[in-house]
Nanobody
Framework: VQLQASGGGLVQPGGSLRLSCATS????????IGWFRQAPGKEREGISCSRRSSGSPSYAPSVKGRFTISRDRAKNTVFLQMNSLEPEDTAVYYCAATRRGLILSQCRRDESYEYWGQGTLVTVSS
């Protein structure tokens, strides 16, 4: 599967962005999808994931209540709606995929994924 992340940009604090992760080469329903981010000088952080099962999505405490992950199976795309953005959300955002069928405790861990898209930069600044 190939992954294409897009939707990043410059936004003011308190603003919103919606990131997209388009999949090609295989159907979205076969994959668990994770969103990760890496800020300069920091470790990569798993912020959200959507499993191919009907299980609930998972969110990192740093984004819970502000970010929402969703799937559009017709478009083979996973979205990350980001609201109430803060300067601390500035990072390169990546999506990743796996066919492994993850349990909830695995799905925000980067070692759980074998397919990665290129990043999209999100800058939150006034």
């Amino acid at each position: 599967v190939q992954l294409q992340a897009s939707g990043g940009g410059l936004v003011q604090p308190g603003g919103s962005l919606r990131l997209s992760c388009a999949t090609s080469g295989s159907t979205l329903g076969a994959y668990d999808i994770g969103w990760f981010r890496q800020a300069p000088g920091k470790e990569r952080e798993g912020i959200s994931c959507s499993r191919r099962s009907s299980g609930s999505p998972s969110y990192a405490p740093s984004v819970k209540g502000r970010f929402t992950i969703s799937r559009d199976r017709a478009k083979n795309t996973v979205f990350l709606q980001m609201n109430s953005l803060e300067p601390e959300d500035t990072a390169v955002y990546y999506c990743a995929a796996t066919r492994r069928g993850l349990i909830l405790s695995q799905c925000r861990r980067d070692e759980s994924y074998e397919y990665w898209g290129q990043g999209t930069l999100v800058t939150v600044s006034s």
